[in-house]
């Protein structure tokens, strides 16, 4: 029986798009879209793939949503799923699917991955490490959770995606000036939260029916956090061939305990977390969709898949096939160094000449390109091959030869 899915994708972005296109690939199913940008802003092979379009103001309200699915029903027939893969949709769609009653992440389940403060709470509930944090309405609240905390501190939005809005507060003078920058409320509340000084990993799991079947592994070099603080930093992410090496032993664990206190149901989640310099772990936060910053592309790339098609099979069809690591893989992120446009890259023929056997994807900066504002830069290059070491060795010679200039 042929399946009826909308895919919500507000804005046509370019990894958006991935996501639609292996949706649209999924044999059996029809699929309609629900977007704010008009329909024929897609690529004409992509729109002729669509069994049906509606167009929204805005496609993260969950009302206007839930007016287009009953829209696409009426003309398609029942809707058996409804999916997206924004961190900013999960909590909007699981509303849309307890009112049409179609499966999916419920809405305690969404809210819990979604709202930072209230995932901690959760999670330290059920004992599983993480760091101390509170939520402040006032500036008076922040300053007495600034004291019990303790500095150095971590403040950001409990409902950020990535480390977008987040700062680092040294002391008590730095923690006035982002009270000043972003003053709290009781309708924007600001999270304070320990900073864990450590390595920064993130551990991304399928599961189905609320059991993980699978996972992958990955190191930051260094965390997103310093890299936005240093914009001389080119950050790089290494996923090792040897995901089920006994030093990870603690995180799996860990991992299980918290999807299952978070109530995660049948889909792909990204955690971070930090291993400490004790060896200690932190869990740092948890979202109930596939991972951001070319992650999907770089697991394609270790186990030889696309992986983009895995997670639309896992959503539509609650089915997943796990694949075997065959390759290390591994990103490094291209940053300008400077003020203004791209101006030209130095150094890539030397890592042309040294490391162009390991490329297997790249996406140079362009003469003129405007300067991004987020840790993955202006570019990226991807490495794979069957040694971890000689990734990781790659990626260090590749941000150490590679610099663009801005102008």
């Not at 849309?96 to 419920?106: A, E, K, N, T």
């Not at 969709?289 to 270790?302: E, K, V």
Request: glycine fraction near 8%.
């Amino acid at each position: 029986m042929v399946k009826n899915v909308v895919f919500v994708a507000p804005f046509f972005l370019e990894t958006t798009l991935r996501f639609v296109a292996a949706a649209a690939s999924v044999p059996g199913i029809r699929l309609a879209l629900i977007s704010q940008d008009p329909v024929q802003m897609l690529p004409a092979e992509l729109r002729g793939r669509l069994s049906a379009h509606r167009r929204v103001k805005d496609g993260l309200d969950p009302d206007q949503i839930t007016v287009a699915v009953q829209a696409l029903s009426r003309e398609m027939g029942p809707v058996s799923r409804v999916l997206g893969a924004l961190e900013e949709l999960q909590v909007p769609l699981a509303v849309v699917r307890r009112r049409l009653d179609i499966p999916g992440l419920s809405v305690e389940a969404a809210r819990n991955f979604r709202d930072k403060s209230r995932m901690k709470d959760v999670l330290r509930a059920a004992g599983v490490p993480c760091a101390k944090h509170g939520l402040a309405g006032t500036v008076s609240e922040a300053k007495k959770l600034a004291a019990e905390i303790g500095y150095p501190m971590v403040a950001k939005p409990p409902a950020g995606a990535g480390a977008r809005n987040t700062f680092r507060v040294e002391d008590a003078a730095s923690l006035d000036q982002c009270l000043r920058l972003t003053p709290p409320s009781p309708a924007q509340p600001m999270l304070l939260e320990e900073f864990i000084v450590g390595d920064e990993h993130s551990f991304d799991a399928v599961s189905i029916g609320g059991k993980p079947v699978w996972h992958s592994l990955t190191r930051y070099y260094p965390g997103p956090l310093e890299v936005l603080q240093n914009p001389w930093i080119q950050w790089c992410v290494l996923l090792p061939r040897e995901v089920d090496h006994p030093q990870y032993n603690d995180i799996r664990g860990v991992a299980v305990q918290a999807l299952d206190a978070l109530g995660m149901g049948t889909g792909l989640s990204h955690m971070e977390w930090f291993r400490r310099k004790d060896g200690s772990i932190a869990v740092s936060e948890v979202g109930a969709r596939p991972p951001g910053a070319q992650f999907t592309t770089l697991i394609s790339y270790a186990h030889d898949v696309d992986f983009y098609k895995s997670w639309a099979n896992l959503m539509i069809h609650d089915a997943f096939s796990p694949p075997p690591r065959a390759y290390a893989a591994g990103i490094a992120f291209l940053r300008g160094q400077g003020r203004g446009r791209v101006k030209g890259i130095r150094g890539l023929e030397q890592a042309q000449k040294e490391l162009g056997h390991l490329v297997v994807e790249a996406r140079l900066p362009r003469q003129g390109q405007a300067p991004a504002s987020s840790y993955e830069g202006e570019g990226w290059v991807v490495l794979r091959h069957p040694e971890t070491r000689v990734v990781q060795e790659g990626l260090r010679r590749l941000v150490s030869h590679v610099q663009v200039e801005l102008g």
